[in-house]
């Protein structure tokens, strides 16, 4: 399965988990016909005012594990929810790790994602696991890994709020 199909099956379940758990929830598509820029990703999460605008991907060339990407606090144009920012990061990326047993690999700190420095609103990108390790990209493929996944994103989100 390649990575666009992945995410998006992943982050639909998402979003019905946290819809009944009483989230509100914007995806920036829900299709694979919409073609969408990283920009423009950015801006639908800044017009709906999120409170957390998570990118959703899965990761090429190493591993296994995870990581949550955040912006650094030098970044003229997230400096604002830098703090909020790293918090989401933080705790999205160990929740998930502990929920679903995957490697945490850190939160990486760059400046150079478009799609996170264009967002005015708190926001972190997960990799959820290596596509490249063949256990890991199975494992994200299956019911089982993605129910998981879903948990531990939802479980995440319900910390960062409380």
């Known amino acids: 399965m390649a990575e666009y199909e992945l995410v998006l099956q992943v982050a639909l379940k998402l979003k019905n988990e946290l819809v009944a758990r009483g989230y509100s929830v914007v995806l920036t598509r829900e299709n694979h016909e919409t073609v969408i820029s990283n920009i423009e990703r950015a801006q639908v999460a800044n017009a709906a005012n999120a409170d957390a605008y998570i990118r959703i991907h899965a990761n090429g060339g190493g591993g296994p594990g995870t990581i949550t990407m955040c912006t650094t606090d030098k970044n003229v144009h997230t400096r604002a929810v830098y703090d909020q920012s790293n918090r989401l990061s933080q705790i999205l990326l160990n929740t998930y790790c502990s929920v679903t047993g995957r490697r945490n690999l850190g939160v990486v700190?760059?400046?150079?994602?478009?799609?996170?420095?264009?967002?005015?609103?708190p926001t972190t990108l997960i990799e959820l696991g290596f596509m490249t390790v063949p256990e890991e990209d199975l494992w994200?493929?299956?019911?089982?890994?993605?129910?998981?996944?879903?948990?531990?994103?939802?479980?995440?989100?319900?910390?960062?709020f409380s």
Do not use: C, F, R
């Open 140 to 160: 994200m493929a299956s019911a089982e890994g993605q129910a998981l996944m879903v948990k531990g994103m939802a479980d995440a989100l319900d910390i960062y």
């Open 109 to 121: 700190y760059t400046d150079d994602l478009t799609g996170s420095n264009w967002a005015t609103v």
